[in-house]
């Protein structure tokens, strides 16, 4: 049975009691924190955190508790991490734990005959399910999913509100004086623990499979196109479009906006800066440095030539005043 209505709740512990569940040591007065806050806006009842540069800006935090790295200053009581950043995305968990999904079906949503859940999965208001798909255990669809068939969703997948999967990709075959469409016959298979933002689509290959790998992380509007791979443990954000047939390595970090021409390969550990553009069928290979600008390219080679760029008006300037001069000279 479908429950329409899940609590969201905040628990409230002593700073040295977060520190204890995160593993990290802990020192100062040991106050109560019910909620996390930015650094600068955070009271004395909440935890915060800082680190790089802005490790020097917590000197003046109202935090009750601050997330630091050794040797940083902490102006009242501070849990020491070496990655500030992932220890206080831990503590925001344990201090706002996401409402649970309700297992089940909502009454609103439709499924076909024949589709599989996953025990423990949930299927939120609105969504539809064709025949042939198949979800996994502990999935959450939020309302509006949309799933064709000869869709597969590994274990503990979520879908955010909107996204489309399985829809026919993008192909068609110019004869006779049109197009034809070129018949998409494939699925598409999502791995474990897998999260797809709002509105972000996945198509279906035209033949074999469209394929996400465990643990990726994908952006609200976000496009998929037929015959893609996509590795394990990928972030692509928003805005960013792959076409037909890309292939993107294990670990590879996509920024917002980004165009990815048909069959590029984008290599493991790559990290391609926003809104870059990698041309068709090209590799990218993993070098010492983020790629940016299009085409995608080291990122000193892109700062080279923006700062070029930016001299170009007074070159041409003096261009202009050197002409004239050569002009009176002759004359």
């Known amino acids: 049975m479908y429950h329409t209505h899940s609590t969201r709740k905040e628990n409230h512990l002593k700073a040295s009691e977060i520190a204890a569940l995160l593993g990290l040591p802990f020192e100062g007065p040991d106050r109560e924190i019910g909620a996390a806050a930015p650094l600068d806006s955070a009271g004395p009842g909440e935890i915060s955190f800082a680190s790089g540069r802005h490790a020097l800006d917590a000197a003046a935090s109202r935090a009750g508790c601050l997330i630091l790295p050794p040797g940083a200053p902490a102006p009242s009581a501070a849990i020491r991490a070496a990655d500030p950043r992932a220890a206080f995305a831990r503590a925001v968990a344990v201090l706002h734990p996401r409402p649970i999904a309700p297992p089940g079906v909502h009454p609103t949503a439709w499924v076909a005959p024949g589709a599989v859940l996953?025990?423990?999965?949930?299927?939120?208001?609105h969504c539809s399910i064709a025949a042939g798909v198949r979800i996994g255990r502990g999935c959450v669809l939020h309302s509006n999913v949309t799933l064709y068939d000869g869709v597969t969703l590994g274990?503990?997948?979520?879908?955010?509100?909107?996204?489309?999967?399985?829809?026919?990709?993008?192909?068609?075959?110019?004869?006779?004086?049109?197009?034809?469409?070129?018949p998409q016959i494939g699925g598409v298979e999502i791995g474990d623990d897998v999260e797809i933002g709002a509105n972000s689509c996945v198509d279906r290959a035209a033949l074999g499979l469209t394929s996400i790998g465990?643990?990726?992380?994908?952006?609200?509007?976000?496009?998929?196109?037929?015959?893609?791979?996509?590795?394990?443990?990928?972030?692509?954000a928003a805005q960013t479009g792959l076409s037909g047939g890309v292939v993107i390595g294990d670990h590879a970090?996509?920024?917002?906006?980004?165009?990815?021409?048909?069959?590029?390969?984008?290599?493991?550990?790559?990290?391609?800066?926003?809104r870059s553009g990698v041309l068709t069928s090209k590799i990218v290979r993993k070098g010492d440095q983020p790629l940016w600008g299009v085409p995608a390219q080291p990122l000193s080679r892109h700062l080279a030539q923006l700062a070029a760029l930016?001299?170009?008006?007074?070159?041409?300037?003096?261009?202009?005043?050197?002409?004239?001069?050569?002009?009176?000279?002759?004359?």
Request: hydrophobic content about 40%; proline content about 2%.
């Open 155 to 182: 274990d503990r997948v979520v879908l955010h509100a909107g996204c489309v999967l399985g829809a026919d990709g993008f192909g068609y075959a110019f004869s006779g004086g049109r197009y034809e469409k070129f």
């Open 253 to 274: 970090i996509v920024g917002g906006q980004v165009g990815i021409g048909d069959k590029a390969r984008i290599e493991s550990g790559v990290v391609l800066g926003s």
């Open 118 to 125: 996953g025990e423990a999965s949930s299927v939120g208001p």
């Open 214 to 236: 465990e643990g990726t992380k994908i952006d609200n509007l976000v496009h998929i196109g037929h015959n893609c791979s996509i590795g394990r443990h990928v972030v692509i």
């Open 310 to 331: 930016a001299r170009l008006p007074r070159l041409i300037e003096e261009f202009a005043a050197l002409k004239r001069r050569v002009e009176e000279l002759s004359s």
